[in-house]
């Protein structure tokens, strides 16, 4: 790898093959830091960066892969996130890879509750597409329509990813899409069995909380087979920190 990530990492740790779970789908990865208890954010959900700095640069390089990046609206609300390339070596990487300049960005939203004002609409470097539920009222969509490049709904009661992600890859182009979360938006993900890689960095701190965030949230499984398989791909210890690559063990339905 070109960037200070991989080399400071030692191996090649991006997704060198994305091979999509089926013809129509986009290969989907997801990327996330969490403590040594399982939290990605404190019980207020406001995130606080507590990873290093070699973390964070995984991130944006983890970014050169994908053709798009999603993130669910309470990410978007609380944080000052962009969805940007991180620039630079970063720019270059994409570029050599054959993807644009910049990610199309994701907007997960089922009921339409973002923000208008959220920090992310004040960029316009590149495609943003709100994916919202039936359950958006039509007077929120307004409101977001001036923001947003695209608006889909799919799905009566909370989103449809299946279908969404079909229509991404059909109508976009997206084959890669990388999910930064958050809980409830990997959730879905995983109980669709959409995701076919999980990035994930634990770091050596404890949050605690009955109602902090969790790398996977929403309803959970009722059994232990209902639970989304994943394969331990590979493992790497630097400082304190764990970065793990997993693999899912079983691929998407195409119901």
Same mark, same amino acid.
């Given at each position: 790898m070109n960037s200070r990530a991989g080399l400071q990492l030692g191996m090649a740790w991006g997704p060198t093959s994305r091979a999509p779970s089926? @013809?129509?789908l986009p290969f989907v990865f997801v990327n996330f830091a969490m403590t040594s208890d399982g939290k990605i954010a404190p019980a207020n959900r406001r995130f606080e960066s507590f990873s290093s700095r070699r973390d964070q640069l995984l991130l944006y390089e983890l970014r050169t892969y994908a053709d798009a990046v999603m993130s669910g609206a309470r990410t978007l609300? $609380?944080?000052? $996130?962009? =969805?940007?390339?991180?620039?630079?070596? /970063?720019?270059? #990487?994409?570029?050599?890879?054959? #993807?644009?300049?910049f990610p199309v960005r994701i907007v997960v939203s089922g009921r339409g509750t973002i923000d208008p004002g959220a920090e992310i609409f004040k960029h316009r470097f590149s495609p943003i597409i709100l994916l919202a539920s039936q359950e958006a @009222?039509?007077?929120?969509?307004?409101? =977001?329509r001036s923001q947003v490049d695209d608006i889909i709904i799919f799905g009566e009661h909370g989103i449809d990813f299946l279908q969404a992600l079909r229509w991404l890859r059909a109508k976009w182009g997206v084959k890669s899409l990388l999910c930064e979360g958050g809980g409830a938006v990997? *959730?879905?993900l995983f109980e669709a069995r959409l995701v076919q890689r999980l990035? #994930?960095? +634990?770091? @050596?701190? $404890? /949050?605690g909380g009955r109602d902090a965030p969790t790398l996977a949230d929403g309803r959970g499984v009722a059994s232990l087979a209902e639970a989304a398989r994943m394969t331990l791909h590979r493992m790497r210890r630097m400082?304190?920190?764990? /970065?793990?690559?997993?693999?899912?063990? +079983?691929?998407?339905?195409? *119901?």
């Open positions: 089926a @013809p129509d609300d $609380v944080n000052r $996130v962009k =969805l940007g390339n991180g620039g630079g070596r /970063f720019t270059r #990487l994409r570029l050599q890879r054959g #993807l644009d300049k @009222p039509e007077r929120r969509l307004k409101r =977001l990997n *959730a879905a990035y #994930l960095t +634990i770091c @050596p701190c $404890v /949050f400082g304190d920190e764990l /970065f793990l690559i997993y693999r899912a063990s +079983i691929r998407a339905s195409r *119901a």
